[in-house]
């Protein structure tokens, strides 16, 4: 598999190229640019591309979709049914359950909401087999063997999303998209987020704060806060993808949210 990844210098969006190989059809996943050096990729590789998979439309992750209209005015543009309204450009959507073909790669779309409503990870790889010991089949059905999952703003290297973004739904969206969803993938899914570096499922099983404290590895905290301008409880204070931090906090009416640790201030309960 061809995978080039572009990141963008100001917002650390991620653009990816995905082919299986020298010459065939190939897919982007996101358009936050900048797309000429993936464009210059497509070129060097001798790809051709016929999709630009979108994980969701913030304008970090779409941004430059005119320009790959420009070059390649063909490409199909998915994006999940409840966000098409979002992103001018876009030619039809994309679900669960659905599948396509990149020459030897399947692709199948996993709704992971939280972030936005209609957040979507691309699950990439060859058609797999149910997964090892005869255990149920993962989701896409892949052993592992050099798939990747294309997570959008969903699932980070040591962090996750917030769910405090224009068109998020709620914590539990994104707790139950990342653990009965992304980490029933195999560990060996190389996990290619949204912002910055990649990881893989096994790295997060072990290591992201998150997913160990809802392992019940590590503890919650029961630090008094002051979150988004009211009080709340810190129940985790971690380390996001842009060096700051991201915050998941409960309220004082049991409810839990995920928001940006530049917007909690420990120790206080009152403005």
Known sequence: MIVERSMNPQFLSNTYLVADGEGGPAAFVDAGGPVAPLIAAAELHGVTPTHVLLTH????????LPALL?????LQVLIHPLEQEFVEGTTGTIAAGETLTLGQLEVRPLHTPGHTAGMLSFLVGEPGAPARGGAA???GGFTGGGASVFTGDTLFRNSVGGVRAPGHTTYTDLRDSIMGTLMELPADTIIRPGHTDSTTVAEEWN????IRVWRGLDAEGSEPCLALGEPATLILFGDDYDGGHKAWVRWPDGRDDIVPGSQVHRGQTRA
Do not use: C, I
């Open 207 to 210: 290591s992201n704060p998150f």
């Open 137 to 139: 089949t993962r989701p």
């Open 57 to 64: 439309h913030h304008h970090d992750h779409v941004m430059e």
């Open 70 to 74: 420009a070059r390649w005015p063909d």
